[in-house]
T-cell receptor
């Protein structure tokens, strides 16, 4: 158990809908990362937050947004969902969010868009 | 830009065989970090090792060993006397220290390892 929690574990929804994925980092970790794992794209970095502020952005679609709250949990919002958004979404946390910090991954949320 | 290549898509071995998973990386930074993660069938990503670019010493942890060679930009992973429980997808990843990377990981495509009894 990494100490990172993600909810829900599974999510099935329809095209055009909006969903929210939630992540609680390990106790004491200030930085949260979101990654998407799909069959065609592999594991890709989406976005990083540190202590409530956005720090780095990767290949995140404009339909996706995220935030980190004062209690350090983070939410990833996916809207106008398309079939291609079906993937496993991971949240990871690290202590201060710098290169070399070990990232601890949550169990992931499997999103299926029908 | 950084890139990680794991040329072996799938490897199949019989228990007790040794197996090496290859990883080649590209980066312009002089300071960077390399990682290996394991993804068992249950789906979570498990951290195995981290190496910084200034430390080329090989590392051994039980049946696992890692060979880091800057001259060939490779960070290979060897499992000695493989076991069925080693069956998983293994990812190599790179994190640059410079610019605005802030620790984001660039992953290879992964190698599916199947160990048969």
């Amino acid at each position: 158990d990494s100490g990172v929690t993600q909810t829900p574990k599974h999510l099935i929804t329809a095209t055009g809908q909006r969903v929210t994925l939630r992540c609680s980092p390990r106790s004491g970790d200030l930085s949260v990362y979101w990654y998407q794992q799909s069959l065609d794209q592999g594991l890709q970095f989406l976005i990083q937050y540190y202590n409530g502020e956005e720090r780095a952005k990767g290949n995140i679609l404009e339909r996706f947004s995220a935030q980190q709250f004062p209690d350090l949990h983070s939410e990833l919002n996916l809207s106008s969902l398309e079939l291609g958004d079906s993937a496993l979404y991971f949240c990871a946390s690290s202590s201060i969010g710098l290169a070399g910090n070990e990232q601890f991954f949550g169990p992931g949320t499997r999103l299926t868009v029908l | 830009a950084q890139k990680v290549t794991q040329a072996q898509t799938e490897i199949s071995v019989v228990e007790k065989e040794d197996v090496t998973l290859d990883c080649v990386y590209e980066t312009r930074d002089t300071t960077y970090y390399l990682f290996w993660y394991k993804q068992p069938p249950s789906g979570e990503l498990v951290f195995l090792i981290r190496r910084n670019s200034f430390d080329e010493q090989n590392e051994i942890s039980g049946r696992y060993s890692w060979n880091f060679q800057k001259s060939t930009s490779s960070f290979n992973f060897t499992i000695t006397a493989s076991q069925v429980v080693d069956s998983a997808v293994y990812f190599c990843a790179l994190s640059n220290a410079g610019g605005t990377s802030y620790g984001k990981l660039t992953f290879g495509q992964g190698t599916i390892l199947t160990v048969h009894p």
